[in-house]
Antibody, heavy 121, light 105 residues
Framework: EVQLLESGGGLVQPGGSLRLSCAASGFLFGSCAMNWVRQAPGKGLEWVAIINGRGQTTYYADSVQGRFTISRDNSKNTLYLQLNSLSAEDTAVYYC??????????????WGQGTLVAVSS | DIQMTQSPSSLSASVGDRVTITCRPSQTINSFLHWYQQIPGKAPKLLIWRASRLQSGVPSRFSGSGSGTEFTLTITSLQPEDFATYFCQQTYNTPFTFGPGTKVD
């Protein structure tokens, strides 16, 4: 059974940093691209970033480029998202999400339950 | 970036109704269009991938069609558990944008 368990969310002040983690199990982690998707309260889904299976290739949404970093440790079956220079606009539930296979063309076929990041003074 | 629009933004329907939702990307995306269902308070769930392929375990009342710049999601006979918000997403080119969603209530 595929499981994605996010952690690391919480309340952070504007300008602060946070690192999210996602522990994966139930599938061949290193063979699948992984995403972060966020959802602000009462809003729609916003794709944030993707990383390929080997961790060599990453892409980001324009809104987070240069502030967020996606990474992975395949030896630990864990996905990460480093969030820097946070602002109120980054307040959202952050979902860890597994791509069916590769970077392009494939859907997100499984989602974690999400972790809430709240940016406020 | 590829912009995604969905119509309608919301619709009212009854159990047994046929429901159709449209997604239009701002440029052609071949068939790299996927549909997700989100129930309030829950994570999204994949329904249809690559425009028309039914995800394993999803009831056959859900179907998808289209290519290029117009895609549709159809629910042939709406069930109580189908009242939710539906999102389309393109994975043709980064950023992998989502549509704004269609709320079915």
């Amino acid at each position: 059974e595929v499981q994605l368990l996010e952690s690391g969310g919480g309340l952070v002040q504007p300008g602060g940093s946070l690192r999210l983690s996602c522990a994966a199990s139930g599938f061949l982690f290193g063979s699948c691209a992984m995403n972060w998707v966020r959802q602000a309260p009462g809003k729609g889904l916003e794709w944030v970033a993707i990383i390929n299976g080997r961790g060599q290739t990453t892409y980001y949404a324009d809104s987070v480029q240069g502030r967020f970093t996606i990474s992975r440790d395949n030896s630990k079956n864990t996905l990460y998202l480093q969030l820097n220079s946070l602002s109120a606009e980054d307040t959202a539930v952050y979902y860890c999400a597994k791509s069916d296979m590769g970077l392009y063309g494939d859907p997100i076929d499984f989602w974690g339950q999400g972790t809430l990041v709240a940016v406020s003074s | 970036d590829i912009q995604m629009t969905q119509s309608p933004s919301s619709l009212s329907a009854s159990v047994g109704d046929r429901v159709t939702i449209t997604c239009r990307p701002s440029q052609t995306i071949n068939s790299f269009l996927h549909w997700y269902q989100q129930i309030p308070g829950k994570a999204p769930k994949l329904l249809i991938w690559r425009a028309s392929r039914l995800q394993s375990g999803v009831p056959s009342r859900f179907s998808g069609s289209g290519s290029g710049t117009e895609f549709t999601l159809t629910i042939t006979s709406l069930q109580p558990e189908d009242f939710a918000t539906y999102f389309c997403q393109q994975t043709y080119n980064t950023p992998f944008t989502f549509g704004p969603g269609t709320k079915v209530d």
